[in-house]
């Protein structure tokens, strides 16, 4: 009986491995973070726009508050810089831009010309405090709690969809937990 | 036939990495490339064994010792300072590993989710191993009749 059964138990978990390994909306590229739930890394950086002053996330110990990767040479973060913009402008959360391996010149047109959705931008110029964060490619948005906690990451342009259904709900259950 | 099928394996290749470049949202920065060697020849030699022992996030099957990718640079960057300030080896991995996961390094450690992978092909060795220890037998059982029939080929 089983000489039978074992060749057909085999050829259903191949077909379940393909199913899941050869599934076209897999991203192959998705890694989880092994940050999550883990302390955000705190950083100290000049501010993009003005190098006589410092920008920090220790600032915002205490605040719940997102944390966005960009540059300039990055395509998909021009994409998404008018949701940051709407987001900004729900007064939800603060959001620190970290501008990642880019030119200060050309950080400071790009925000003068799409806008400025950042309470401040750190400017990491050799990538010392994207790989810290384990950043991979740009862009990429971190959700961090009162106590400082990295709660979520989203790898990819922000949309007002993602804000809506993976940011929100984890602010306000953050808050109402009182993290 | 032969080039042909090497035309074919080079446009799936072609299609493969053009498809991999597509998906990934990572861009990255056009930036510093760390060159030279360290003076320190015992530290090179660790450098090289060490980024050729992690993965290139943004290009999944290249070490970041071959890559061309930016973050790879960045990350050999990153295994120099820390190889010149002293670092050991597993300090260096156990840094990386927090920041990326496991999948930045080449040789995952054997643990309750990786104990699968490492000991699959013993798993497998063992299973062709009792096959070959149950055909044979059998067959030495079987009656010698090896003589074909007369025009049965």
Redesign the interface.
Known sequence: MWKYLLPLGVFISLIVLFAVGLNPKR???Y?????ID?PAPEFTLTDVLDPNRTVSNRALKGHVYLFNVW?T?????REEQHTLLEIAQQHVVPILGLD???QRSAAQEWLRDLGDPYQAVGFDQ???V?????V????ETYLVDRKGRILFKH???MTMAVWNKQFLPRIEAARRGGA | MRPRATTIGGLLLAAIVSAGIG??????????YVKGELVNPALQSRFEHITRRLRC??C?NEAIADSDA??AA??R??VRQMLVAGKSNAQIYGYM???????VLYDPPVDGKTIFIWGAPFALLLVGAVVIIRVVRARSKMPLDDEPEAGST
Do not use: M
């Open positions: 991203d192959i590229h890694l989880p973070s092994p940050l883990k540059a040479w990055c395509e998909a973060c990642w391996n880019d050799n990538g010392h994207a790989i810290n964060w384990g991979y490619g740009a862009p790898i990819a342009p | 998906t990934a949202f990572g861009a990255l920065p056009p930036g510093v996030l943004v999944q930016e973050l960045e990350l960057a990153e590993k927090a920041r990326y996961g496991e999948f």
